[in-house]
């Protein structure tokens, strides 16, 4: 079964540019999330997708973040403009249930690291 | 925040048994104890998970403390692979109680 893949896996921008991350889940997982690692600490969850519906984006910096997740499939967080302290590892998991479930397995990407300059 | 309390770091000896504590004294009757880890340069992987009894799969055993107030993940026989940060994680069930909220987690040494 493949697992869930990210690109680009690594990103250098300077402050201000735009940045996208690209996200494709496992096979017929429901529920996909995008989560933010900053260097030495654990990942934040930033927002979470029920097929092609948002139901948790309460720590989404909406100002300048953005995510979809068109067809209920692949999803793309986008971050315009950035800033130094976006500087982070941008994960993306999914699961086969989702949200209510405390039993439920994420299964996470690699990331992309991103690096704001 | 997260619910859960975890020493920084941990050493261990290759072939040597780990055990790796967890304190959640605020746990609710439904949450579930999970655990990940996370080796480096790449997204956290699902580990064990349990509710009250004592689970075992091929990774790791859970330990749950009787009054739920305390687990520990048994690593039988540490290798170098499992050199990783070791996440405790409190879930509960309906609405965003199931998020995933991570800690700093424990970062587990294995020393050959």
């Known amino acids: 079964e493949a697992g869930v893949a990210q690109s680009p896996r690594y990103k250098i921008i300077e402050k201000r540019q735009s940045v996208a991350f690209w996200c494709n889940p496992i096979s017929g997982h429901a529920t996909l999330y995008w989560y933010q690692q900053i260097l030495g600490q654990g990942p934040k969850l930033l927002i979470q997708f029920q097929n092609n519906g948002v139901v948790d984006d309460s720590q989404l910096p909406k100002d300048r973040f953005s995510a979809e997740r068109l067809k209920g499939v692949d999803s793309t967080l986008k971050i315009q403009p950035a800033k130094l302290e976006d500087s982070a590892v941008y994960l993306c998991?999914?699961?086969?249930?989702?949200?209510?479930?405390?039993?439920?397995?994420?299964?996470f990407g690699p990331g992309t690291r991103l690096t704001v300059l | 925040d997260a619910k859960t309390t975890q020493p920084n770091s941990m050493e261990s000896n290759e072939e040597e048994p780990v055990h790796l504590p967890c304190n959640h004294s605020?746990?609710?009757?439904?949450?579930?104890i999970h655990w990940y880890r996370q080796l480096p340069s790449q997204g956290p992987e699902y580990v064990i998970h349990g509710l009250t009894s004592n689970v075992n799969n091929r990774m790791a055993s859970l330990a749950i403390a009787e009054d739920r107030k305390s687990s520990t993940l048994i690593l039988h026989r540490a290798t170098l692979r499992d050199a990783a940060v070791y996440y405790c994680i409190l879930r509960g069930s309906g609405g965003s109680q199931g998020n995933l909220i991570f800690g700093k987690g424990t970062k587990l040494s294995v020393k050959p």
């Open positions: 605020t746990i609710s009757g439904t949450d579930y």
């Open positions: 998991a999914s699961s086969a249930q989702g949200q209510g479930w405390g039993t439920d397995t994420q299964y």
